[in-house]
């Protein structure tokens, strides 16, 4: 998210642990096993439960990664921001990702609002699986993976009143980049209809401009719809769903995606004058697709304590919410793409 929002501060610790895993993905499992309890080499599972179920170690490991404090909070155009792309692109040729024609980076540079003569080197990083059906355009995935890099702690939380000045973005957004290197894998061994592009983007924080270098960039087929995330890993039990307020041929589609306990989904967060619920229409990357027309859903969870703090690390994620949120996520897309069949509107 991309509005700091500063609220007092309450971390309460929770140890990743595969324990915790939610019984619904436990019991999916079993359903793609043989008599003998063994699972083919090689096999991921098309349904969706068992599929997070085998991804599940793979995930929790990677977004330990991403929000390790060897990548000092992945600010663009610093070392950790660097080692992020790298790590991401390393994750979309393992899943077999096909490259664009000029690779897996796409190299952009902004100049401060401000200051002109202070100019920032980013880069997306961008993959994607052709679809069957090319002319139905392509499904973009969109996921921010900057943060704030090291900064001078402030008192608010205890992490930076011990002195944390390393803001890993453990939530914000190493959860929402984990959950779309997940679906890379799961879409190259089951082929889409439509074309899914899988975007990384950077300098998220710093005003979206990954994400308008990619929209201006363009894609040489029809963008259908966006679909983003940004901080996905964490909640008592909501995870919103923005953008049907826009586009509300997208929302009879989402009310047929069932989420898993303990995620909860909830439309909303898409327009103003709304009590207590902020428009967060223009508040993450799906905003420069927006700008353009092209249709937008934005998954993410309620601002928490940790969020744009020091404390917002993977310690304090919630591995079965956060598990669960990439289940329900992959279905949602997966549902996009066997029904969504011609291109969508905006409310006049
Ligand atoms: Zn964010």
Redesign the pocket.
């Known amino acids: ?2 509005v700091p929002l500063n609220l007092p501060s309450e971390r309460s610790d929770m140890k990743i642990s595969l324990a915790l895993l939610s019984v619904p993905l436990l019991v999916g499992i079993w359903a793609c096993r043989d008599a003998d309890g063994a699972q083919a080499p090689g096999q991921v599972p098309a349904d969706p439960d068992s599929f997070v179920f085998a991804d599940s170690v793979r995930i929790l490991a990677d977004l330990k990664t991403l929000s390790h404090d060897s990548l000092e909070g992945r600010r663009t155009g610093t070392r950790g921001g660097v080692l992020a792309q790298a790590f991401i692109k390393a994750g979309f040729e393992e899943a077999g990702l096909t490259a664009p024609p000029a690779g897996f980076l796409q190299p952009f540079e902004f100049s401060d609002r401000r200051d002109t003569t202070q100019v920032t080197q980013g880069a997306n990083v961008v993959g994607f699986v052709e679809g069957a059906e090319p002319s139905l355009g392509a499904i973009v995935l969109t996921a ?1 993976f900057d ?1 704030l890099g090291v900064r001078p702690p402030r008192p608010g939380t205890p992490a930076e009143a011990a002195g944390d000045s390393i803001f890993n ?1 453990a ?3 190493a959860s ?1 980049i984990v959950a779309v290197m997940s679906l890379a894998r799961y879409f190259v061994q089951h082929p889409p209809r439509h074309t899914i592009v899988f975007a990384a983007v950077d300098a ?2 710093m005003g979206l401009r990954g994400a308008y270098a990619f929209v201006e960039g363009g894609w040489p087929e029809l963008m259908a719809v966006n679909v983003n995330l ?2 996905v890993s964490r909640s008592d039990s909501l995870l919103f769903i923005a953008g049907t307020h826009h586009y509300p041929d997208l929302r009879p589609l989402m009310e047929g995606v069932t989420p898993r306990p303990p995620v909860v989904l909830r439309f909303g967060h898409d327009q103003r004058g709304i009590e207590g619920m902020q428009d967060w229409t223009g508040s ?2 799906h905003r420069a697709f927006h700008a353009q027309g092209i249709p937008f859903l934005y998954f ?1 969870v309620e601002d928490h304590p940790d969020y744009h703090r020091a404390s917002d690390e993977f310690e304090a994620v919630d591995p079965s919410f956060f598990l669960n949120a990439v289940r329900t996520i992959l279905v949602a897309v997966k549902t996009l793409d066997e029904r969504l069949d011609s291109p969508l509107s905006p409310i006049p």
């Open positions: 998210m991309l921010h943060h973005g939530d914000d957004n929402g998220e924080e940004d901080m993450s990357d993410g």
